[in-house]
């Protein structure tokens, strides 16, 4: 460059080190206990990606490579620590895989399904196992009432998910 000019970045090209110092998905040190459609989203996810890898492989998408190879790892891992348990037939008391409704003290009613952590999604009723809410519900039963952060929630209803 003359009299020290810069050149945009958009002239230079990326190395594949770029690429291939994505930072790996971290995996959870809990156990990966799935529901059975849970099991299913793991294996939808593992066809996805390798249609994906080899659309990029064909477009020669170094980019898409390298993140859609960080999440086949991920999901094969997942896959093969996946432990599927199937919501219990009664519903006595709060379970992996039962949905609790509860009461909380400034009266509003929510329901949450207690299911696996990648297939958790708070805002559609699913929680994870691990999640301090699931924990607070989890071995209760109807009438018990439980603190949930600074208040407190009353269990109005369990249902098994089968």
Known sequence: MANGELVSRAFIKETDETFESLPERPVSSHPNLVTPEGFQLIESALARLRQE???AQTANDR???????????????RYS???VVHAPKDAAVVRFGCTATIARDDGRRESYRIIGED?????QGTLSYVSPVARALTGRQVG???RMGSSEAKILE????R
């Open 53 to 55: 890898s080899t659309l």
């Open 63 to 77: 980019a898409a490579q390298a993140r859609i190879a960080r999440d086949l790892r991920y999901w094969t891992s």
């Open 158 to 161: 369990i249902k098994s998910s």
């Open 81 to 83: 620590t996946a432990q």
């Open 144 to 146: 018990d009432v439980v």
């Open 119 to 123: 297939e958790a999604e708070p805002s």
